[in-house]
């Protein structure tokens, strides 16, 4: 290695840094990005209501944060890379807690939209930053398959938690306090983000930012997003969707052109694809992001307030089995299993144990009760998710130098959103039009878990192009 290769590349976390601090602040702040995503869903009655809001319009009090979470999350991931992970982490962190400040304390629906999409951006910035800082700090080998167990684990328990926390404050306190509490979380994560280790990035690195690479990916994928929001309520026919996607279409293709022919630090450099697990592995988590938590949770969401008719509190409660059961699954089982079966043998195996669990989800109808159309099918839904989640982030973040770590951190987290929500939208058109009655409402939900079981077997079968992978000390024992 040259001299000026050896400064361009990146060193890891020193040895010296405290790897608990590092997993908790990792933790954290991931719970709070993926718990934001989901925390509103039950508290939007209320917000309409504090805030007058149109009924048109209150959609995008979640929308606006997917919608900028989903495009700044490439940027967000590369920004780690270039200038530092504790840097980017502080910058998250602020972006974030500051515009949910602002949110909990709006007074009008332009300000709390506003809010939720710089949260977003917070959100972008921070999500890969937090994965990068593991990648970083656990070296491959069970160190870092514990540490990405129990990132995910979390990660997985907040977007599950989000609705019985949002229907606990909402309840008790106020619709406020969903995005007040971000706030003294936020602070306490900035404690102790100053604590980590700058990690040492490369010369020169503000004029290696790929600008035009970001700004084309991050309009295409906010204008996908945007377009796909619009599909539910304005179906494919709509002009402004068929404007958004098209154009959406146009920029991607022109960030590909910049990324293979005119930049000259990639955004998301083409050698991560020679590497089998990322290009594989990030497709199937694209498959992944849509069928598991964000269309599960929402689905789910209206099964239980339209046909059970539960309240916002009983509906949050109603989720608790599958918090727990992922949280003991993906802590406890899966990282033990991980040292006695390749990853792509679990990934195939959870994903299949999924597709069972949705089968039967599937066939909810209104004569169902809480014991048969919500608990029976979340333990195989759970098992599947928590032993498939771990080994494929590991799989996924596997093999790549530690210069591109958040580059591939903010490729991973790209796939799952952007999937969640072709997934929902695609699930949504799907089901448009359907009767309001409790019958209908519960056969056209059953349809759309049907459709989530094909997925999860078409994420088994993509899982057998993975390679086969065991954490390096385990293989090195076995050999």
Same mark, same amino acid.
């Given at each position: 290695?040259?001299?000026?290769?050896?400064?361009?590349?990146p060193?890891?976390?020193?040895?010296?840094?405290?790897?608990?601090?590092?997993?908790?602040l990792?933790?954290?702040?991931?719970?709070?990005?993926?718990?934001?995503?989901?925390?509103?869903?039950?508290?939007?009655?209320?917000?309409?209501?504090?805030?007058?809001?149109?009924?048109?319009d209150? $959609?995008?009090?979640?929308?606006? #944060?997917?919608?900028?979470?989903?495009?700044?999350?490439? /940027?967000?991931?590369?920004l &780690?890379?270039? #200038?530092?992970t504790?840097?980017?982490?502080?910058?998250?962190?602020?972006?974030?807690?500051?515009?949910?400040?602002?949110?909990?304390?709006?007074?009008?629906p332009?300000?709390?939209?506003?809010?939720?999409?710089?949260?977003?951006?917070?959100?972008? =910035?921070?999500?890969?930053?937090?994965?990068?800082?593991?990648?970083?700090?656990? $070296?491959?080998?069970?160190?870092?398959?514990?540490?990405l167990?129990v990132?995910?684990?979390?990660?997985?328990?907040?977007?599950?938690?989000?609705?019985?926390?949002?229907?606990?404050?909402?309840?008790?306190?106020?619709?406020?306090?969903?995005?007040?509490?971000?706030?003294?979380?936020?602070?306490?994560?900035?404690?102790?983000?100053?604590?980590?280790?700058?990690?040492?990035?490369?010369n020169?690195?503000?004029?290696?930012?790929?600008?035009p690479?970001? &700004?084309?990916?991050?309009?295409?994928? &906010?204008?996908?997003?945007y377009?796909?929001?619009?599909?539910?309520?304005?179906?494919?026919?709509?002009? =402004?969707? !068929?404007?958004?996607?098209?154009?959406?279409?146009?920029?991607?293709?022109?960030? =590909?052109?910049?990324?293979?022919?005119?930049?000259?630090?990639?955004?998301?450099?083409?050698?991560?694809?020679?590497?089998?697990?990322?290009?594989?592995?990030?497709?199937?988590?694209?498959l992944?992001?849509?069928?598991?938590? =964000?269309p599960?949770? #929402?689905?789910l969401?209206? *099964?239980?307030?339209?046909?059970?008719? *539960?309240?916002?509190?009983?509906?949050?409660?109603?989720?608790?089995?599958?918090?727990?059961?992922?949280?003991?699954?993906?802590l406890?089982?899966?990282p033990?299993?991980?040292?006695?079966?390749?990853?792509?043998?679990?990934?195939?195996?959870?994903?299949?144990?999924?597709?069972?669990?949705?089968?039967?989800?599937?066939?909810?109808?209104?004569?169902?009760? #809480?014991?048969?159309?919500?608990?029976?099918?979340?333990?195989?839904?759970s098992l599947g998710?928590?032993?498939?989640?771990?080994?494929?982030?590991?799989?996924?973040?596997?093999?790549?130098?530690?210069?591109?770590?958040g580059?591939?951190?903010? /490729?991973?987290?790209?796939?799952?959103?952007?999937?969640? !929500?072709?997934?929902? !939208?695609?699930?949504t058109?799907?089901?448009?039009?359907?009767?309001?009655?409790s019958?209908?409402?519960?056969?056209? *939900?059953?349809d !759309?878990?049907?459709?989530? &079981?094909?997925?999860?077997?078409?994420?088994?079968?993509?899982s057998?192009?993975?390679?086969?992978?065991?954490?390096?000390?385990?293989?090195?024992?076995?050999?």
């Amino acid at each position: 290695m040259t001299r000026t290769e050896a400064a361009d590349a990146p060193r890891t976390v020193p040895r010296s840094s405290p790897p608990g601090l590092v997993l908790v602040l990792a933790c954290v702040a991931q719970f709070m990005v993926v718990l934001d995503v989901s925390v509103v869903n039950v508290a939007l009655p209320s917000i309409q209501t504090s805030l007058d809001f149109a009924a048109a319009d209150l $959609p995008w009090v979640a929308g606006a #944060y997917t919608l900028a979470f989903a495009g700044f999350l490439l /940027l967000g991931g590369r920004l &780690a890379d270039l #200038y530092g992970t504790r840097r980017v982490l502080v910058a998250g962190l602020l972006l974030f807690s500051m515009p949910s400040l602002v949110g909990g304390l709006a007074t009008a629906p332009a300000v709390l939209v506003a809010a939720r999409a710089a949260q977003g951006l917070g959100a972008a =910035v921070l999500a890969p930053a937090t994965l990068t800082l593991l990648t970083t700090t656990f $070296p491959e080998g069970p160190r870092r398959t514990r540490a990405l167990a129990v990132w995910t684990a979390v990660s997985l328990a907040g977007g599950a938690t989000g609705n019985l926390i949002g229907g606990v404050l909402t309840q008790t306190l106020s619709w406020r306090w969903i995005l007040l509490i971000n706030v003294p979380i936020g602070a306490a994560a900035l404690c102790a983000a100053v604590r980590v280790p700058a990690r040492h990035h490369r010369n020169g690195t503000a004029a290696r930012l790929d600008l035009p690479g970001a &700004a084309s990916v991050t309009a295409g994928l &906010a204008l996908l997003a945007y377009g796909i929001m619009r599909v539910g309520p304005r179906g494919w026919g709509d002009p =402004v969707t !068929a404007v958004a996607l098209a154009a959406a279409a146009v920029l991607l293709a022109g960030f =590909v052109l910049i990324e293979t022919r005119l930049a000259r630090d990639p955004l998301i450099p083409l050698r991560l694809f020679r590497l089998r697990a990322v290009s594989a592995g990030n497709t199937i988590m694209l498959l992944a992001g849509a069928c598991f938590q =964000v269309p599960m949770w #929402y689905f789910l969401t209206l *099964y239980m307030q339209d046909v059970l008719h *539960y309240t916002a509190l009983e509906t949050g409660l109603g989720f608790l089995p599958h918090t727990l059961l992922t949280m003991v699954i993906g802590l406890r089982i899966t990282p033990r299993l991980m040292k006695r079966a390749d990853d792509r043998t679990l990934i195939i195996a959870g994903a299949l144990v999924a597709a069972a669990g949705f089968l039967w989800q599937s066939r909810i109808g209104a004569g169902s009760d #809480y014991l048969s159309g919500v608990l029976g099918p979340a333990i195989p839904i759970s098992l599947g998710g928590g032993l498939l989640n771990t080994p494929l982030t590991t799989t996924v973040t596997s093999g790549v130098a530690g210069r591109d770590a958040g580059a591939a951190s903010g /490729l991973m987290n790209t796939a799952k959103q952007v999937g969640g !929500a072709l997934g929902l !939208a695609a699930l949504t058109a799907a089901l448009a039009g359907r009767a309001t009655t409790s019958p209908a409402l519960a056969e056209a *939900y059953g349809d !759309a878990f049907l459709i989530m &079981a094909v997925m999860a077997a078409a994420i088994a079968a993509a899982s057998l192009t993975l390679p086969a992978r065991r954490d390096a000390a385990v293989s090195a024992r076995a050999g």
